[in-house]
């Protein structure tokens, strides 16, 4: 189809008002085929597509969200079977010289000209990057036109990433953090900090060049994850440790706790605590072995005499090598040895269960956390100051706390434990140079439906819902990624001030979407389902006006590991010799590059 040439970007006037919604009357000399103007093509009146409403010195300006369906005014029905075309815009900003703000301060009147955007009024949209801003990418029908958010609302007001599967969710993520680790590269954000939770190791390699690498087997260049089971709040770590444990043992397995850690500062003095200001919760190392070992004795002790003056002892055992003592089996009746009564608690299954976790390899990167292990007196090589300075306080400016080498028992507990350390100690920091206020940080959470949905009730939501209601005040933001915001929990995602949408297949999250957004932007979100792979539509509060836009993907050798295999290209290939042995060390290592 030959394109029409026009000399004027007037597509039609302005039929009806209300509130923040227009009607507009597309004028019988706007055809719906693109339109060239200044050789440059525009899209004329299709859903998500801009407008201009003149007003003397001031420039209105709207988003097209539906065309002809619902809109002509009912008084016009009948006129509209002739084959008049109206349009619904919703207005989203003001621009007054070459200054735009979102917001309208006057309304357009009825007759008022609706003009076409063209680039060079995008341009003074988009363009103006300021030292606050930062390029995510290009307006899907004007690619010369750079997209940018505000990083400040970004951050501090929280943002979602959402997408199906295959939509280039991932791609997406990779490119925002490499927009401001990059600046920070070349001095625009020099101090920014970026901490990644990584459920699947998908971005290792990705930002490599520009972060440090937390992983329970590190690969070369990468750090040993470490996450001491002593900064945990007991109440979060006891139940994977022990199990099912009734109230009345539970609250004195807690005393026992709170006793070492008195016993521990009280032995060396750390900086900030004393015997009044300490609880259970407070992170301060104490020894796991020795709590097992006590607790374990008087449950299996035995004593010659009624008096309980001689115990019936075989083998003291070994905390070292969690090797229980060993007592004489109980007497017949009333003879000796008997039965310990002092300080049994009932719980000789629950320690057992403790001790195979303990002996457990797989959980060592927690129950065995190397330099932070405390020995019997609860001293241990390295404390909390080596631990924040490992994640938050090195010379990157992304820290990826790789989890794909972690059970699946112990996952969400441990994300819960990690966003508890970050956010208490960014709290408490809050007047100090390495605090949040000072120094913000951007937690980003991938796969959050796995670990954030209504039937989850453990830390993690818990500390998340505190982020994101709380955390703005103290400087830490949240980014929340999934692929099923359906299953998002539902204060978490109406906390979120930026949606980075990309294509949604199912129903029931364009829903969640669409609730989050005015009634009359319900259009745009219907083109979720037809996004292209790597396009997405921005609203909220750092993007200037909601957009369509093509995220810039970062190059081919810094994309995340999340690429679908090519299945024609690998069938192709001729077999090989293959050695399972590799196969099976690789699942037994939990690593999936394992070699000899």
């Known amino acids: ?62 988003i097209v969200c539906e065309v002809d369906a619902s809109t002509t005014p009912a008084a016009l029905l009948n006129e509209h079977e002739r084959g008049e075309i109206w349009v619904s815009v919703q207005l989203v900003g003001e621009m007054a010289g070459d200054h735009f703000e979102r917001g309208i301060s006057r309304f357009p009147c009825i007759n008022d000209e609706v003009h076409l955007v063209t680039e060079e009024d995008l341009a003074k949209i988009y363009g103006d990057r300021t030292s606050g801003q930062i390029c995510v990418g290009k307006l899907a029908h004007a690619e010369n036109i750079k997209v940018s958010v505000d990083l400040d609302k970004l951050v501090t007001r929280h943002c979602a990433v959402l997408g199906s599967t295959g939509s280039g969710k991932s791609t997406t993520v990779t490119s925002l953090l490499r927009s401001i680790a990059e600046s920070t590269i070349g001095q625009d954000f020099p101090s920014s900090r970026i901490l990644l939770i990584d459920i699947h190791g998908e971005y290792g390699n990705a930002l490599k060049s520009v972060s440090s690498v937390f992983r329970v087997n590190p690969r070369q260049g990468e750090h040993p994850l470490h996450i001491p089971f002593w900064a945990l709040d007991p109440i979060d770590l006891l139940p994977f440790l022990l199990g099912k444990v009734d109230d009345k043992p539970l609250t004195q397995i807690l005393d026992h706790i709170l006793d070492l850690k008195n016993d521990r500062v009280s032995g060396v003095p750390i900086k900030g605590t004393d015997s009044v200001s300490i609880t259970t919760s407070s992170p301060i190392p104490y020894s796991l072995k020795r709590l097992w070992f006590e607790l374990l004795e008087p449950e299996i002790k035995t004593w010659y005499d009624v008096a309980s003056t001689s115990p019936a002892i075989i083998d003291p055992g070994d905390i070292n090598t969690l090797k229980p003592p060993k007592y004489k089996p109980q007497g017949a009746a009333s003879t000796s040895p008997f039965v310990n009564t002092l300080g049994v608690l009932g719980v000789k299954k629950q320690l057992d269960q403790m001790r195979s976790r303990l002996l457990d390899k797989q959980y060592d990167f927690l129950l065995h956390p190397g330099p ?91 500390m998340v819902q505190r982020i994101v209601k709380e955390g703005r005040k103290f400087g830490i933001g949240a980014m929340i990624v999934s692929q099923r915001p359906s299953e998002v929990d539902e204060t978490i995602l109406s906390q979120c001030g930026t949606f980075i949408t990309l294509r949604l297949s199912n129903i029931a999250d364009r829903a969640k979407i669409q609730a989050t957004l005015p009634d009359n932007l319900a259009g745009i979100i219907d083109s979720l389902s037809v996004l292209r792979t790597g396009e997405a539509i921005i609203t909220g509060e750092a993007a200037r006006l ?31 010799e293959e050695n399972y042995e590799d196969v099976a060390a690789a699942w037994r290592s939990q690593d999936p590059s394992w070699s000899d």
């Open 546 to 576: 909601p957009i369509r836009c093509r995220i810039t993907p970062p190059p081919e050798d810094q994309r995340p590991d999340s690429e679908d295999p090519k299945v024609s290209k690998n069938w192709k290939k001729p077999r090989r």
């Open 1 to 62: 189809m030959k394109q029409r040439e026009l000399t004027t970007t007037l597509l039609g006037y302005v039929g009806a008002v209300t509130g923040s919604t227009i009607r507009v009357f597309q004028s019988p000399s706007v055809a719906s085929s693109p339109a060239n103007i200044g050789g440059e093509n525009h899209l004329t009146g299709q859903v998500g597509s801009f407008v201009r409403i003149p007003q003397g010195h001031h420039n209105l300006y709207g």
């Open 372 to 462: 932070w292990e405390p020995d019997q007196n609860g001293n241990a090589e390295k404390d909390l100051p080596e631990l924040l300075e490992a994640w938050m306080g090195h010379s990157k400016p992304i820290t990826i706390l790789d989890l794909s080498g972690i059970p699946s028992p112990v996952l969400v507990r441990l994300i819960g434990a990690i966003l508890k350390i970050i956010y208490e100690a960014l709290f408490w920091s809050r007047d100090k140079p390495e605090g949040g206020i000072q120094r913000p940080l951007l937690v980003v959470m991938e796969e959050a439906h796995r670990y954030l949905s209504n039937d989850h009730d453990g830390s993690a939501r818990t």
